[in-house]
């Protein structure tokens, strides 16, 4: 009888199939507004989120040490934070660190504490899925980065056909995030972005405001009450027989 749904681009799909629809916004509003801080962006730190999985981790964050270690050649005055989702992942990390040599690099593993990074980071580098939502709203400049097993992104990508993998991409309905994808998530790619937008002042607002447009297409936040709402206006109607 009713569709609820996330995102504006859905309205239209379900409208066009005959269903009625409210775009109730991202209850993940109201959770990151819960979590915003005071203070400005530290313009020398740089965040690391390799992702929630034992296996993003594996094949992410060893990238990321290397960009951390081709970076701190030429910037040794900045800094890295990584976000661990837990202490397992935590663990991981370190151990990851040790195993690539890094052990003397400016990288700081933070547990549990990614939105308080967003905010704090003058850019970064994600792991595709939710956190890459949550930077779009904190306007973290960051870029996206995925890598999966090569036979499952070969499959992948004979049955999906999509032009952006970011949400953040699909709601600006055009490439706003750099998507480094499999071969393309390596270490100079993730260098070069990295660079560009920690030096260039230019590049990194124009892509703070690009995100900030795109952050509002999430909701202003009262996810709950506009579903509730548009469902006690449902059930009314059929009381009254409209």
């Not at 701190?72 to 151990?95: G, I, N």
């Not at 400016?106 to 990614?114: K, L, N």
């Not at 900030?212 to 009314?236: D, M, P, S």
Request: some cysteine.
């Amino acid at each position: 009888d009713l569709m609820l749904c996330l995102f504006p681009f859905e309205k239209e799909i379900f409208e066009d199939a005959g269903l009625p629809t409210v775009c109730m916004g991202h209850p993940l509003v109201d959770q990151l507004e819960a979590k915003r801080i005071e203070g400005g962006r530290d313009e020398k730190l740089i965040g690391l989120f390799p992702g929630s999985r034992d296996r993003e981790v594996e094949r992410l964050f060893p990238v990321m040490v290397r960009v951390v270690a081709s970076l701190h050649e030429r910037y040794p005055d900045w800094r890295f934070e990584a976000s661990a989702a837990s202490q397992p992942l935590e663990d991981c990390m370190r151990a990851i660190v040790e195993s690539e040599g890094a052990g003397r690099l400016p990288i700081d593993i933070v547990r549990g504490r990614s939105q308080e990074l967003m905010q704090r980071a003058s850019s970064g580098v994600v792991a595709s899925g939710t956190a890459t939502l949550e930077a779009t709203y904190y306007e973290l400049p960051y870029c996206l980065v995925y890598k999966v097993a090569w036979p499952t992104y070969l499959i992948g990508r004979l049955v999906v056909d999509i032009e952006h993998l970011g949400m953040a991409n699909i709601l600006a309905g055009r490439e706003i995030v750099h998507e480094f994808i499999q071969h393309e998530a390596n270490v100079e790619n993730i260098t070069s972005f990295v660079e560009s937008v920690m030096t260039d002042e230019n590049r990194r607002s124009e892509l703070e405001e690009n995100l900030r447009e795109t952050a509002q297409k999430l909701g202003g936040g009262g996810a709950a009450k506009v579903a509730a709402e548009a469902i006690v206006n449902l059930v009314e109607g059929e009381q009254d027989g409209t």
